[in-house]
Structures are given as C-alpha cells and as structure tokens.
Nanobody
C-alpha cells in the first residue's frame, strides 16, 4: 500500500559526498519510521540508519556513524541519506524502508524501495 522510490545513487570517488532520496506515496508518510539499509554483492543486507516518525531520534551503524546523516521532510513525503567521506567499502545497493518503529532489524519494516546503486571508486 506504501510505495517507496529511491534515487540519487551514482559513481563517486572516495572522499566524496552523495545524497540519496526516498519518496513515499500511498499512506501518510508521517505515520512511519524510516530506515536505510544496504547490500553489497555476496553479502547480507545490513542496517545503515533509522529515523523516528517525528525525526527527533536517529540511530546509525558504527560503520557510518559520523559520516552519514538520515533525515526526513514529512511535508514532502521524503527521507534522505546524506553520505559524506565515502569509502570504497560503502559500495552497495541502498534501500529505504518504512515501518512502525525505528530499528536496525530489517524484518521490522513493512515496505521497501527498489534500491539505488552507489559505487565508490578508490
């Protein structure tokens, strides 16, 4: 019932920055907590960041803490992932998700986007 569409992924050099966007449609965007996950080739999907409905609380994976920032604009039905100081190991397909609570557990989210490819060259 909720459709999520990510965009913004591209090739970027190490040390560069990128901002991903996730636009939601269907049910009221503000009713859901948002999360960002990523999956590299041959690896399991891993948690990146999460944000509560109000945007008051955030949670980050240790690997991205201090470099990535999750945010949301409920008026625009959009969640963002600002990525700075990118490293080659950040290369992955990035997915946004919506659910009832902000959590690092991917099985707690109800809706997922199609993913957007981020490639960081060395």
């Amino acid at each position: 019932q909720v459709q999520l569409v990510e965009s913004g992924g591209r090739l970027v050099q190490a040390g560069g920055s990128l901002r991903l966007s996730c636009v939601a449609s269907g049910r009221t965007f503000s009713s859901y907590a948002m999360g960002w996950f990523r999956q590299a080739p041959g690896k399991e999907r891993e948690f990146v960041a999460a944000l509560t409905r109000s945007g008051a609380n955030t949670y980050y994976a240790d690997s991205v803490k201090g470099r990535f920032t999750i945010s949301r604009d409920n008026a625009k039905n959009t969640s963002y992932l600002q990525m700075n100081s990118l490293k080659p190991e950040d290369t992955a397909v990035y997915y946004c998700a919506a659910g009832g609570i902000a959590t690092p557990r991917n099985d707690e989210y109800d809706y997922w986007g199609q993913g957007t490819q981020v490639t960081v060259s060395s």
